[in-house]
């Protein structure tokens, strides 16, 4: 074989990949219906406050939802923490859990592994993609709910938990910090859901222990005696974005949280290579 | 631990002559062997046809052949480059269908071909809608080519995974029951793509169940019966180790069996003809290649008063030898 040829054959395109992966995820109309569901919370929440006759009290329903009617940016962080324990975390587990799963059952993983697309690099890619999901639901909240906020409420001052007033652009900038918060929270289950993926060829099968793994992190979350046990769970700093919104921010479980998340990563994403890079494929 | 040296040493100089070459592969599953100790040798630029019943461990050899499981015992190397550690190396240059299509059915037929293809690192994606268009074209789907995959048929499917098999050009083409779920006219365009492919040069390892449907394509064939090689090489060899054998229809069967058995034939009465007229029946005897002529034996016949129907010497089919050599028939499965 000509040398030339052979450099020309060595020129890789390893990118395309995720650019296809990523064209696969936002064609499906299952990431579509996922999507417009986790905007229906803001929105649904924004109409029903709007239409009530009594603004909710302080401290009444979800945390800042007495925030809302001042600063219509609350919206978005509100519907934040209400889709934070089950909501975001479920459809994360459908795409995260579908990823090798998904493929094995529909009989395309063994055509991408012979095309070559190689196993590390599928599995760095399915990552990935679940990662661009994670962003895609936390940013479909934020988005919506600054849009139905600003729409029905307007953008007027809010108070901040540490009693501050801000406007509407620290407004933004907050609910900004709590979406990368919320995402950065996901990171971890994506990983366990995609290590969970490479255990089975049943895609929904895959979905659903991931679903569970999370409903039971929370609940250990809740016992007492099991304490010792908390600042190790996925979903220990889910909720602890209320330090992101005082003056100044208190960073603590932010960083707290993104070091947990990223200890996730590695040691599911070892296991997902490990598993996945050996396993032989029948489906 | 000789043995298998040895034919490790036979096999390496002729390793750059093949495009397939196994020593002693093994695959188990638990206790169960599916396949078990094969050398398997495909000529390049042949096209070899993989030969069994349903079960009998081809679908599993391929996986092997292509990473996607792990051999338990034994080598292989497709395209000159070792299994698994160098096979990124050899598959970009290998198209598959393996155990039939598999397609995202919410794609289109192209957007799937281009899926595949970004899949393969080394395909260029400034030719990427040129050559998924090529390959629709070669496997005659240009009109469904937007059409989602859900919509396809049977053996469009298998159409469209041939084409995916043929997104780049290729030196080996492996094809799993590539005729599956085909019409008559289907596995025909299915044999002449195969004849055009193996006429640019490209190896094609083809398997199947069904003998009749790759027997006028193959220059070669391996027999697997449960998991082991009964028999390879190419149709000719296979053909030629079966001796000839006479047929006579007639209705006097006694004395046929019994003008043969004094010209030396070890003749026996086979059953009734395909056909039977009234007391017709068949007599089948081997015919050594040393033996008599056979118009001797005709004349031999007539003159012991036999009435000759129907008379024929034939070596025993390709189909003949495979059922010989695995036990059953080769439609048993359908």
């Not at chain 2, 750059?16 to 000529?43: E, M, S, W, Y």
């Not at chain 2, 349903?54 to 499981?69: H, Q």
């Amino acid at each position: 074989m000509p040398a030339d040829s052979d450099t020309a054959r060595a020129r890789t395109h390893g990118g395309a990949l995720l650019a296809s992966e990523l064209r696969v995820l936002f064609r499906r109309w299952r990431t579509w219906a996922m999507l417009a569901a986790l905007a229906s919370i803001p929105v649904l929440m924004a109409v029903v406050v709007r239409l009530s006759s009594e603004p909710p009290g302080p401290g009444e329903g979800p945390p800042f939802l007495d925030q809302v009617t001042n600063n219509g940016m609350f919206v978005a962080i509100t519907a934040l923490v209400l889709t934070t324990p089950l909501f975001l975390p479920l459809t994360v587990a459908v795409v995260s859990g579908d990823t090798i799963a998904g493929e094995a059952s529909l009989g395309t993983l063994r055509y991408l592994l012979v095309a070559p697309a190689g196993r590390v690099r599928l599995l760095l890619v399915k990552y990935l993609s679940t990662v661009a999901f994670c962003l895609a639901a936390s940013g479909t909240v934020l988005l919506t709910g600054w849009v139905i906020g600003a729409v029905l409420f307007g953008t007027g001052e809010a108070t901040l938990l540490s009693g501050d007033t801000i406007g509407v652009g620290d407004a933004v900038v907050r609910s900004l910090l709590v979406g990368a918060h919320v995402t950065i929270c996901m990171l971890g289950l994506a990983a366990v859901g995609l290590f969970i993926s490479t255990l089975t060829d049943a895609g929904v099968g895959a979905m659903a222990a991931v679903a569970v793994l999370t409903i039971v992190a929370q609940v250990l979350g809740q016992l007492d005696q099991l304490a010792w046990l908390h600042p190790w769970l996925f979903t220990h700093h889910w909720l602890a974005f209320a330090d992101l919104l005082r003056e100044p921010v208190v960073w603590t479980s932010f960083t707290e949280n993104a070091l947990l998340q990223a200890g996730y990563v590695a040691f599911f994403g070892a296991l997902a290579h490990g598993r996945f890079g050996t396993k032989d494929v029948l489906s | 631990m000789s043995e298998t040296a040895t034919a490790a040493d036979e096999a390496d100089p002729h390793a750059a002559d093949l495009a397939i070459a196994t020593t002693g592969l093994t695959k188990r599953f638990g206790h169960q062997i599916a396949v078990n100790a094969i050398d398997l040798a495909v000529p390049r630029g042949s096209v070899f046809g993989f030969l069994g019943p349903n079960g009998s461990g081809k679908t599993t050899t391929i996986r092997v052949l292509l990473g996607l499981a792990a051999a338990t015992s034994g080598n292989a190397r497709l395209l000159g480059n070792d299994v698994p550690t160098e096979l990124a190396e050899a598959l970009p240059r290998v198209g598959a269908l393996i155990e039939g299509p598999a397609f995202y059915p919410f794609l289109s037929g192209a957007d799937n071909l281009r899926r595949l293809d970004s899949a393969d690192a080394r395909a260029d994606p400034a030719t990427r809608d040129a050559r998924v268009a090529r390959a629709l074209d070669r496997v005659g789907l240009t009109h469904a080519a937007r059409k989602r995959a859900r919509a396809y048929s049977l053996g469009m499917k298998q159409r469209l995974g041939i084409a995916a098999a043929l997104l780049t050009p290729r030196d080996l083409l492996v094809l799993d029951e590539p005729t599956n779920g085909l019409d008559p006219q289907g596995t025909r365009e299915v044999r002449s793509l195969i004849r055009a492919v193996a006429a640019e040069g490209t190896t094609v390892f083809v398997s199947s169940h069904l003998l009749a449907e790759v027997e006028q394509i193959c220059t070669h064939a391996a027999v697997m019966h449960v998991g082991s090689l009964v028999a390879q090489g190419s149709l000719d060899d296979l053909r030629g180790t079966g001796a000839r054998v006479v047929r006579v229809e007639t209705p006097d069967g006694d004395r046929t069996v019994a003008e043969f058995a004094r010209l030396g034939l070890d003749a026996a009465q086979a059953g009734p003809a395909l056909r039977p007229r009234a007391g017709e029946v068949v007599v089948e005897a081997p015919l050594p290649d040393d033996g008599p002529a056979a118009e001797d034996l005709v004349a031999a016949l007539v003159a012991a008063g036999v009435r000759v129907r129907g008379f024929d010497v034939a070596r025993p089919s390709l189909e003949d030898r495979f059922v010989a050599l695995t036990g059953e028939g080769f439609d048993v499965a359908r």
